[in-house]
T-cell receptor, first 114, second 112 residues
Framework: EAQVTQNPRYLITVTGKKLTVTCSQNMNHEYMSWYRQDPGLGLRQIYYSMNVEVTDKGDVPEGYKVSRKEKRNFPLILESPSPNQTSLYFC?????????????FGSGTRLTVV | SQQGEEDPQALSIQEGENATMNCSYKTSINNLQWYRQNSGRGLVHLILIRSNEREKHSGRLRVTLDTSKKSSSLLITASRAADTASYFCATGLSGSARQLTFGSGTQLTVLP
């Protein structure tokens, strides 16, 4: 089944403790992206990747890191999480990054930073 | 920054009725997409309409696009309780690789 797999689904952590949210897709998509979703603010793009070793900032990149060493994986790293990063996170992938194709989204990771 | 704005923010209808949601945007686009999100879950792609298209159908969904008014509408015919979800429009901007930019969504409730 074609899908984007995010892990974990739920995560509670403490301020300052580094964490990684994994994202993997099995569709050979070139484009991958991370979004966060907050009430009243909609979905905001954090980082995106047009292909392996090519990443760029979205609208809200501060406090996050990403890497794209393999086509299928696009982990999101929070080096020193803070409470304002409490949010619902989504990874998405697409055939290419120019918006001509629909996105496939993961099921989401609900992160709470205390 | 949000490009699309959905209207209304919330819509409640009876099963069997039609539901219409609107999306307005600000700048030139390559295409416009609609997504559905069930509570707290991932978004599901519904339909994509390109800037040179005016109308598109997919099952019970009908999407229109008016580039002169920078607006789109999503019509769900003969709605079902299972259609209860949030619906988002997303715009693919001309010449931009940062796709997609999402609106804030319409919460649709279909009452049985």
């Amino acid at each position: 089944e074609a899908q984007v797999t995010q892990n974990p689904r739920y995560l509670i952590t403490v301020t300052g403790k580094k964490l990684t949210v994994t994202c993997s897709q099995n569709m050979n998509h070139e484009y991958m992206s991370w979004y966060r979703q907050d009430p009243g603010l909609g979905l905001r793009q954090i980082y995106y990747s047009m292909n392996v070793e090519v990443t760029d900032k979205g609208d809200v990149p501060e406090g996050y890191k990403v890497s794209r060493k393999e086509k299928r994986n696009f982990p999101l790293i929070l080096e020193s999480p803070s409470p304002n990063q409490t949010s619902l996170y989504f990874c998405a992938s697409s055939f290419e990054g120019l918006g001509s194709y629909g996105y496939t989204f993961g099921s989401g990771t609900r992160l709470t930073v205390v | 920054s949000q490009q699309g704005e959905e209207d209304p923010q919330a819509l409640s209808i009876q099963e069997g009725e039609n539901a219409t949601m609107n999306c307005s945007y600000k700048t030139s686009i390559n295409n416009l997409q609609w997504y559905r999100q069930n509570s707290g879950r991932g978004l599901v792609h519904l339909i994509l309409i390109r800037s040179n298209e005016r109308e598109k159908h997919s099952g019970r969904l009908r999407v229109t696009l008016d580039t002169s008014k920078k607006s789109s509408s999503l019509l769900i015919t003969a709605s079902r309780a299972a259609d209860t979800a949030s619906y988002f429009c997303a715009t693919g901007l001309s010449g931009s690789a940062r796709q997609l930019t999402f609106g804030s969504g319409t919460q649709l409730t279909v009452l049985p």
